[in-house]
């Protein structure tokens, strides 16, 4: 009894605590089984401290992008503002923040499992240390690719998570926070911190498996990950009003796009393109309307606040020429 009472402690929902237990035994244990396997390239010391890294990436991006558009920029971006309300609660960045954090320690714990401990002589094999060698279109490529698998990773696991009982189990965790903020990015219950960073992981591998793989595509798709990320949980539209209407930049989603996902809870599941939702047709009917509408408020307020400054203008006192002085005739 007592051993079941301690393992729902540790898969209930909202423990941020197990979180970090999760991440610290995996870690423990990816660390023990790499040391019986010295041949990975810098050794466990160099892995652990490129996804430690991650970590620390990320709340440097989720606190700039705080400071920077709640702080600073609010009033320059008051029409795209998505949020309903001006701060968020401060428990919900705790909150938020702590889950953001063991999911780091998760994503750390996976990646050195995966990357140390079964890192294929395959994928070994396919590496190349030189872009000139195949050029940057095909670096361009590859790191495409990158993306598109982990977006479709993301997509059936996000809609996976949708499932009633996986939702109300797992996934209610990430949407307690109807108003994201960018600390909301990685707020996941453990057992999904684990799915999402083994389906970035296997992403990652297949192209390393199937293809010459430069080795700076890891970080620049984990770095690229963080941020269109945050951005989706930003609070705020920082896309210009003409991106859905450009054939090719109109795939890619918007902060709006991850925004209605919180408010309306299903629908628009991808992360990084429409691709899936549009082929699966589960994307909100009026995302483009509402997007559209936003900036149409933007350029209403404009317009206001130049027709007042002009208003001002025009019914300012003129200066008055000074009435020539009377000066009575000396009789
Ligand atoms: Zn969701
Ligand atoms: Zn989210």
């Known amino acids: 009894m007592k051993i079941l009472s301690g393992l729902w402690e540790i898969i209930s929902p909202n423990r941020a605590r197990t979180s970090v237990w999760i991440a610290f035994a995996g870690l ?13 390239d810098g050794g466990v010391a160099e892995t652990f401290a490129v996804t430690f890294d991650d970590i620390v990436e990320y709340f440097i991006f989720a606190i700039a992008f705080f400071i920077v558009f709640w702080v600073a920029l609010d009033k320059v971006f008051q029409h795209r503002k998505l949020s309903r309300h001006r701060w968020p609660k401060r428990e919900q960045v705790i909150s938020e923040a702590i889950f953001s954090m063991a999911t780091q320690f998760i994503f750390l714990a996976v990646a050195m499992w995966m990357m140390v401990v079964l890192f294929p002589e395959q994928a070994r094999a396919n590496r190349y240390e030189d872009v000139s060698e195949y050029g940057w279109a095909y670096y361009a490529l590859t790191l495409f690719i990158v993306f598109f698998l982990h977006d479709t990773a993301f997509y059936w696991f996000h809609r996976m998570m949708h499932w009633p009982p996986l939702y109300r189990w797992i996934h209610k965790t990430h949407h307690e926070s109807r108003d994201p903020t960018p600390f909301t990015t990685f707020h996941f219950h453990p057992i999904e911190s684990i799915l999402e960073a083994v389906g970035g992981k296997i992403a990652l591998l297949t ?33 210009p009003s003409w991106w859905h209407k450009v054939p090719l930049l109109s795939n890619k989603t918007t902060a709006m796009h991850h925004y209605m996902h919180h408010q309306r809870v299903r629908g628009n599941y991808a992360l990084y393109f429409r691709f899936w939702d549009l082929v699966c047709k589960t994307e909100f009917k009026d995302y483009e309307a509402r997007y559209d509408a936003m900036f149409e408020r933007e350029r209403e307020a404009k317009r206001k606040r130049k027709e007042e400054r002009e208003a001002a203008k025009g019914s300012a006192p003129q200066p008055v020429e000074p009435e020539p002085t009377s000066v009575p005739l000396a009789e």
């Not at 244990?29 to 041949?39: E, G, I, N, R």
Request: charged share 5%; glycine share 8%; no cysteine.
């Open 28 to 40: 423990l244990v990816a660390v023990l089984l790499a040391d019986a396997h010295p041949w990975m």
């Open 207 to 239: 192209v390393m498996l199937t293809m010459p793989w430069h080795p700076s595509i890891g970080p620049i798709w984990m770095m690229g990950m963080i941020i269109f990320n945050s951005i989706g949980h930003l609070g705020y539209e920082i896309y």
